[in-house]
């Protein structure tokens, strides 16, 4: 996701910490969506920011040999593999550069957006920084976008998707929550600026999986398997603050390999 503002602060230390298919019927839907190709969109939750092992020829994209789509490929051998998701994508941005690889012979796709149209960035630099009141504020400023505007710009995308490869299935999958609720953080957001991060992402969440069922996509929700690995847990997959900035909030490998990838895997 787009961390732009975060990256205007001299060091992190100025931020304040704390930001089924299953057995053959799983194997048998590998192998149908391992015939075609398949081509992963979106943010920087599906390019891998947080988890290393960047493509140096991503650049500022910053897409990860660990993130979920590459693991899901080097597992299942697609007869091809596109990786366009991209840090700091916008939905308009998926539309205007990630699409090329689509086509008749695309059999799936996965995406994750939303989350940088609705001003995450901004929205956790706020929380961090400016106390509980503006935190709050500022999150129900883009809650209201949630409601109010993403809708119809899942639609724009998923509408694209389904243009430009019409055969292939499409899983969105959505965000996790960020905290674990009365958990072992010191420090950082209160609790109800926590608890008011987390009804965000169940908006967010909320919204994706009903565009993507009236667009005819399977909807992927992580919250499953990254419950007991939130923030504060003791034991998350997602960064706090780090520096870089721009790996705040974001899951680490292990928040791919063990989040994502299966819950995509179920879905796909």
């Not at 660990?66 to 490929?73: I, Q």
């Not at 539309?95 to 989350?115: E, F």
């Not at 419950?227 to 721009?246: I, K, N, Q, R």
Request: hydrophobic residues 40%.
């Amino acid at each position: 996701m787009r961390v732009s503002r975060f990256a205007a602060l001299t060091s992190a230390f100025f931020v304040a910490s704390s930001l089924a298919l299953t057995g053959a019927g799983a194997a048998e839907a590998a192998q149908l969506t391992a015939t075609g190709g398949y081509v992963a969109l979106g943010d920087s939750y599906s390019a891998g920011v947080g988890s290393g092992s960047y493509d140096s020829g991503s650049g500022a994209c910053k897409r990860s040999t660990k993130a979920y789509p590459a693991l899901w490929a080097a597992a299942h051998s697609p007869s091809s593999f596109s990786f366009a998701a991209c840090s700091g994508a916008r939905t308009g941005d998926v539309v205007s550069g990630q699409l090329g690889a689509l086509g008749s012979a695309t059999s799936l796709v996965s995406i994750t957006i939303g989350g940088n149209d609705a001003g995450f960035a901004d929205t956790m630099t706020t929380c961090a920084l400016q106390g509980e009141s503006a935190c709050l504020a500022r999150i129900d400023q883009a809650r209201a976008y949630i409601k109010n505007t993403l809708p119809g710009k899942l639609d724009t995308v998923y509408a694209a998707i389904t243009n430009k490869a019409p055969s292939a299935h499409v899983v969105a999958l959505g965000y996790p929550h960020f905290y674990k609720l009365n958990g072992v953080c010191v420090g950082g957001l209160t609790e109800k600026s926590r608890t008011a991060v987390n009804a965000a992402a169940d908006d967010i969440n909320g919204v994706i999986a009903k565009r993507a069922a009236d667009h005819g996509f399977a909807f992927a929700d992580v919250n499953s398997t990254f419950a007991g690995h939130e923030l504060c847990s003791g034991s998350p997959w997602l960064h706090s603050v780090t520096y870089p900035v721009d790996e705040s909030y974001h899951p680490t490998a292990a928040g791919q390999a063990g989040g994502y990838l299966p819950v995509f895997g179920s879905a796909a």
